[in-house]
Structures are given as structure tokens and as C-alpha cells.
């Protein structure tokens, strides 16, 4: 998988933006770019980004979370 998968998680509760993450760094995905609302959203994707070895940055917005995964 090449380039930068976007997931838009808005309006999904977790565990479901951490799922969708998961699924893409499984299919191979090298760089994830996560747009989240809920408030566990950063706690759960940092454990995903953590178990498969790789970074996680956020970047805050006015109203929503970007969370950027990078595979190491």
C-alpha cells in the first residue's frame, strides 16, 4: 500500500477508529492519517500505533484531532 491512507473516524466511538487503524497498518499501510472525535480516541490509537512499532502525532484542530501514524 503506498501513499497516505486518510480514515475519517469522526462520529465513531471507539473502539472503532482504533479498528480502522489497525485493519490499514495490517493491509501494509505505511503512514495513516486518523480524523477523530471521540474522546478515548487518543488513548486507543496510541495502543494500536504502540503495538505495531510505530510513531503517533497529533495534531489538534479547532474541533477535531488529526492523528498521524508513521510505521517505523
Known sequence: MSGVVRIDARG???PWPAVRLA???RDGAT???VI???PQAPTELAAVAASANATIEIVLDVSISV???TCR
Do not use: K, T
Open 12 to 14: 465513531m466511538r471507539c
Open 36 to 38: 477523530a472525535d471521540d
Open 23 to 25: 485493519r490499514a497498518l
Open 31 to 33: 503512514r495513516v492519517e
Open 67 to 69: 492523528f498521524v501514524v
